[in-house]
């Protein structure tokens, strides 16, 4: 048989077909599957409604983070909707025998911190969960996306999901980045590039000098992003630094075990002449510090730039223009210098360890800005207690700033933490769509380096002026 | 478990001319507290449909009496965002059966086809005709035909085929879906889990 330079896409997805149909999807196997508490209950519902059961309830992993609150976990949940919702993932973890860390529970933090930094998370396995930022696992060199409801009751009976298999993508960026350029400002450049409909159909390969160079915290926030892309996914190939960064966590591999597992995790990359459907590449010294200034993610700049103008973006004038009205922008607007109200650190894009290190490299010495408020919320209690730890909890204080307690908190809205309408957010988070963090909150999506410039500053600031 | 079977669909349309409409949109986050999927029809499309104070705005098209049916017709990059199946049910509770853009985000295809709602993919220049065809006619009728697999203008006549795999096809039109498919392959599964690497 001769040889086929093959991706590391087709590895994983080829080595999961449990089935092909024809004229269908693929029926593929699922190594990991996560759940919280929103878009789970109706799954279970669906079980019981059926009379079947979990399939192989040692594969599912359950954490409370949508819909709970960042302050005083301790006391019952107010909401009495969004309580009930914390009791129902509870009554349905315990009925059928699924490991959860509700809240409270010293493991309990965002589904895609927790994952990897207990070593559930290992390259080459498909990981799904019903929450589109699933593709942050992608980081790991698996195969990662977001489902819907019917997939999760899909994958608890069956621990299988019917998927055409996507279209590949690979993008490549060679270079180094710049001082102040953080890895989130990758896929933010990306996304100002392709729109936000770019990739839609595929699974992209993220490759190059600039992300071998990231750190896993770098991957996961440029893997997580994939989704904004319009990809079924994002992943990179695993290396040393993805070996490191798993060695001794508590559920990866140990002993014999973890030399099997590296010996395997060695074969993972795309060989060399394996084609893609669709390759793009990019220079590291072509990507600024970025800021989004419209209702897309796919609406963004380099931050020294004005607004581009409707003839430069991808997307049809009415979108651009119906966005910049709801943003209160104007075509070619400066945004250096735009007032802020709010800063959000925090969500499964930019809560790990990393981003409050930068965070806390610009505001050390520093005060927040009077017009500034400020939520910092770390994506689970381990990363919390090494904020602790590191001594960055002081350095904030010192700055005038207060940390929360873990969950996807105003990423969303969906608990109290929300942006009042008509004001101003610079956000580490995900998404800037319209009411996304708050009936009629105007989010500019940054990173965590350009936060705490606004948190300073209280206006949108190049951190490269701070740093 | 069967839903609505999906043959042909007769029917005026409701026009959504927005590109991107995120799910968001379609049902905003604080509306997804319920542990049932009915109800969410309320709050479709409730921060377009509904000011603050909860009175409905009048320039949004759910809320202008001379559009109805089961056909909603919107924009490229249609359902684009989080994954939240919740945007399916609101817009299947709403009444709604079929969407029509020229461009639908993956996941919310997938949401759509699994709970019984067809999403209907046509070209850009189509899709303009059905919105201008609404655009003079309100009551403008259009056909999906899932069987011959078209969409048709029953006004002008004008019909454009479109793509759907064999197997989802044969599921909607007998009201099948994937759990009944998977739960009736559990002992392939079991051996295959023998041959997997974790």
């Not at chain 1, 790990?352 to 209690?381: C, Q, Y």
């Not at chain 1, 957010?425 to 995900?430: I, P």
Request: aromatic share 10%; proline share 5%; with cysteine.
């Amino acid at each position: 048989m001769s040889y086929i330079p093959t991706t590391l896409f087709d590895k994983v997805w080829d080595a999961h077909v449990v089935r092909k149909i024809e004229d269908g999807p693929d029926v593929l196997f699922i190594d990991r599957h996560f759940i919280h508490e929103v878009t789970s209950p109706v799954a279970f519902l669906g079980l019981q409604t059926r009379g079947i059961s979990v399939m192989f309830p040692e594969r599912t992993f359950a954490t409370a983070d949508h819909n709970t609150p960042t302050l005083n976990q301790h006391l019952p949940v107010e909401d009495p909707l969004s309580a009930n919702q914390l009791k129902a993932l509870e009554e349905n973890t315990a009925k059928y025998g699924i490991s959860h860390w509700g809240l409270n529970n010293p493991k309990n933090g965002i589904v895609h911190v927790v994952g990897p930094e207990n070593g559930i998370t290992l390259p080459g396995m498909t990981i799904v969960c019903g929450d589109s930022h699933t593709s942050t696992h992608g980081a790991f060199g698996a195969i990662a996306f977001g489902i819907g409801t019917s997939e999760v009751e899909m994958v608890l009976s069956s621990q299988c999901i019917m998927q055409p298999k996507p279209k590949k993508m690979r993008i490549t960026i060679n270079g180094k980045l710049g001082k102040g350029v953080a890895p989130k400002d990758v896929p933010l450049f990306i996304l100002s590039q392709i729109s936000a409909s770019g990739a839609t159909g595929y699974f992209i390969e993220f490759a190059g000098e600039v992300f071998e160079n990231m750190s896993m915290e770098g991957r996961m926030t440029v893997c997580n992003l994939s989704i904004e892309m319009g990809a079924r996914g994002g992943m990179i190939a695993p290396d040393e630094t993805t070996y490191n960064y798993l060695k001794g966590r508590e559920k990866s591999p140990k002993g014999e075990a973890w030399n099997q597992s590296l010996a395997y995790w060695q074969t993972l990359k795309t060989d060399a002449g394996a084609v893609f459907d669709a390759e793009l590449s990019f220079h590291a010294n072509e990507i600024e510090p970025q800021i989004t200034y419209g209702t897309n993610p796919g609406l963004g700049t380099g931050i020294s730039k004005n607004i581009p103008l409707a003839n430069a973006v991808k997307d049809g004038e009415a979108s651009y223009k119906k966005s910049l009205a709801y943003m209160g922008f104007a075509e070619n607007e400066k945004l250096i210098g735009k007032q802020v109200d709010y800063v959000f650190l925090g969500s499964c894009t930019n809560g790990r360890i990393e981003d409050f290190r930068a965070f806390a490299s610009i505001v050390k010495g520093r005060k927040k800005a009077d017009n500034i408020t400020a939520w910092l919320v770390p994506g689970s209690h381990i990363v919390e207690a090494q904020i602790k730890e590191e001594g960055i909890l002081d350095i904030l204080i010192e700055a005038g700033f207060s940390l929360r307690q873990p969950g996807c908190s105003a990423c969303l809205a969906m608990n109290d933490d929300k942006i009042p309408a008509g004001k101003y957010a610079v956000s580490t988070s995900n998404r800037n769509f319209e009411g996304r963090q708050g009936p009629g909150a105007r989010t500019l999506l940054a990173s965590p380096l350009v936060a705490a410039a606004a948190a300073v500053t209280g206006v949108i600031t190049d951190p490269r002026d701070l740093l | 478990m069967a839903y609505d079977t999906f043959t042909i669909l007769k029917s005026t349309a409701v026009p959504l001319p927005i590109e991107n409409v995120d799910t968001d949109q379609i049902i905003p986050a604080r509306f997804l507290k319920a542990t049932k999927r009915e109800g969410f029809g309320n709050n479709l499309f409730r921060d377009w449909r509904y000011n603050a104070d909860n009175t409905p705005k009048a320039d949004f098209v759910l809320n202008n009496p001379i559009y109805s049916g089961k056909i909603l017709v919107g924009g490229k990059n249609f359902g684009s965002g989080s994954s939240r199946e919740h945007a399916a049910w609101a817009i299947y509770d709403y009444g709604f059966r079929c969407v029509i853009s020229s461009f639908f985000a993956d996941i919310f295809k997938n949401n759509a086809l699994n709970i019984g709602i067809l999403p209907v993919t046509v070209s850009a220049e189509f899709l303009d005709k059905i919105f201008k065809s609404i655009e003079a006619n309100a009551a403008a009728e259009f056909e999906v035909n899932l069987l011959e697999q078209t969409v048709s203008i029953m006004a002008t006549g004008e019909k454009e085929s479109f793509v759907i795999n064999g197997y989802k096809k044969h599921n909607m039109i007998n009201g099948f879906d994937d759990i009944d498919y998977l739960q009736s392959m559990k002992e392939e599964i079991k051996s295959f889990v023998a041959t997997t690497a974790y």
